[in-house]
């Protein structure tokens, strides 16, 4: 463990952002029976959340919810993935924040929607595609007539069969789960709390050091006059998302906005529990040219999450929409939102028939250089200093492994629960 700053014998460790990584990073560290911090000492964790309305406001809270052992990076995931399966057994995962194994595949189809020719559902300019596919095994079967020749489940009944041209598994069973991302990252940050961790509400503006190693954080408080106040600290783990180079600005991440919308179907409709990555070809109105009668055919590929509790989460592509000043101030544009209900509902009647209860953004981390996501100590800045962003669209299933990685590293000085060298802030920075 890093050596205490000669003004603080106790160790006081600062966390800057209450999304997944840093509520999770904070049980942990808060939880923690080993390590000499603990065991010589007692510790302090303090975490600090710009927003007003509390934890997981961003991409933690609004997230799909995937947990795979296909996911990537490797290194995380092998952690990850056993760590959600603890901590859901011992806090009762199930009926906290809806830990369940899930059915997952990519599904294929055709959806007849009208549109013209500037169709939305297609990537247009400034639009991206999320990438939550890389690393997934597997590929397309043949298309063809009949549900077996298909390769649709029995029970996957709330797409159109009559529309569906191929269904691929992702994975062995038990290979893929998933949580509710907001009850996850709530119940992880109470249980923190039940055990000494200090919230503070304001935005973090800089991190402090002398001497070459961290001293604390400045921040501005919420409410009242805005005052930058000062936070005393031995370590400083930034884990603030696309927000992190607003503090560390040496950090090469880029922010990229995604939308979704929450379904809620209709009393008594069962949704099977699956998540299904789409590609859903969309014939637009045909036009008459030169060359005769045509039709234009555009492909759209929004992601649909079943959860537990009956409503249904969906998502389509990314922008680059400017990132505003903090989580609070993130604006959502209806018509990306619209795009997402008219593709997912054109091959679905169960979603059709249902209330849509939730249109929502948020900003994903993604580290420019490729590669990532950034985590360990960026001692080449500051000792003490830990980072831990650009998790893209996986920070709700690798949280669990990054937290224990880096509650070994600040507590023990060393990584212990697998090898991640090649994720070291030193290989970005």
Known sequence: MSTPSPNDSNPHIVI??????????????????????????????????????????GASGKAGGLVAKWAYPKE???????????????HGGKEKWGWRY?????????AEIASESGEKGELGKGQKNLEKELGL?????????????????????????????????????????????????????????????????????????ANGRVTGVSYKANGGSGEIKTINATHVLVAAGAWSPR??????????????????????VHIAPYVLFTEIALSSKPSHGRGGRRTATTTVSPEIYARPDGEVYACGPGDDE????????????????????????????????????????CYLPTVETGGGPIVGEADRIAKGLYI????TCWGICNAPGTALALTELILDGKIRCGNLERLKPSVFL
Not at 156 to 178: C, F, I, N, R
Request: aromatic content about 4%.
């Open 388 to 391: 831990a962003t650009g998790h």
């Open 137 to 209: 095994p597997g590929g397309s079967k043949p298309k063809a007539r009949g549900r077996l020749e298909k390769g649709l489940p029995e029970d996957l009944l709330w797409v159109k069969e009559e529309l569906t041209d191929a269904y691929s598994p992702m994975g062995k069973d038990g290979h893929t789960a998933q949580v509710h991302p907001y009850q996850f990252t709530t119940s992880m940050f109470e249980l923190a709390k039940s055990q000494g961790l200090v919230h503070v509400q304001g935005t973090a503006t800089a991190v402090l050091k």
């Open 102 to 110: 899930v059915g997952c595949g990519t599904w294929e189809g055709r």
């Open 16 to 57: 800057i952002g209450g999304g997944i990584i840093g509520c999770t990073t904070a049980y942990y560290l808060t939880t923690s029976k080993s390590g000499p911090a603990t065991s010589n000492r007692p510790i302090k964790v303090t975490l600090i959340e710009a927003s007003a309305h509390g934890v997981a406001q």
């Open 76 to 90: 995380l995931v092998a952690v990850s993935f056993r760590e959600h399966e603890r901590l859901a057994r011992e």
């Open 247 to 268: 503090i560390v600005e040496e950090l090469p991440i880029s922010p990229t906005r995604a939308h979704s919308v929450i379904f809620r179907p209709q009393p008594g």
């Open 322 to 361: 400017p990132l505003p000043e903090t989580v609070d101030d993130v604006e959502v544009d209806a018509g990306a939102c619209d795009s997402i209900i008219q593709h997912v509902t054109a091959i679905s009647q169960e979603l059709k028939d249902a209330a849509v209860q939730k249109r929502q953004a």
